[in-house]
C-alpha cells in the first residue's frame, strides 16, 4: 500500500497549522513589542546617583557594600543602599557609573596651614626649628597678608576636594580670608587664628 498520498494530506494539514499558528503570533508581536517598550515605573527623581561602587558607608555596623549606591538631593544623601534597591526607588537627574571605584565619606584634615601651600619647595629635609626659624617665619613676615592667605588657602582647598578631603581645620593668620575661601569653595572649615608678632 503506497501511505505517500496519506502522508502529504497529513504533512498539508499540520503544514496549515503551523501557517496559523504563526500568524496568531504574528498579530500578537506589536502588543509584546509594546509592552517591552513600555518605559520602566519612574523612580523619585534626585539630583545625582551614583551606582555599582564599592561603598564604604562608616556607619555603626561598618557597612560595606560591593554593589553599593548613593542618591543625593538638595545637597543631602538620601539614600544607601544596594545598587538594585537604590534604582528602583530614584532615578538620577545625573549618573555617575562607579564600577571600580571606592565611594566614601569626605575626609577629614584635622591640622593644617592651607596657606602655606604656597612655601610649598621653598625648604625642605631641614630640622623643624631650622625650617621654621631660619625659612617659614621670615617668609611668613614678607609675603603673608590678607591677599597671599586667601590665595593659598583658594589653592590648598582645590586640592583638598580633588583629593577627597572635604573638611578642614585650619590654624593660620587672616581667618576671615580662609573662612570666605571655604565658603566660596563649599568646603567645611574650623578656624583657628594664630597671633604671632613677626620680628621684622
Ligand atoms: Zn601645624
Redesign the pocket.
Known sequence: MDQRPFNRTTSASQASRVRVGLLRLLCLLPAVAILSCAPPRAGEPVDLLIHGALVVTMDAADTVLEDGAVAVKGGEIVAVGPSAAVRREYRGNKTIDGNGRLLVPGMINT???AAMTLFRGLADDMPLKTWLEDFIWPAEAEFMNANSVRLGTDLAIAEMLRSGTTTFND?YFFMDEVGEAAIMKKARELAAEIRRKFKK
Open positions: 591640622h593644617g596651614h590654624m
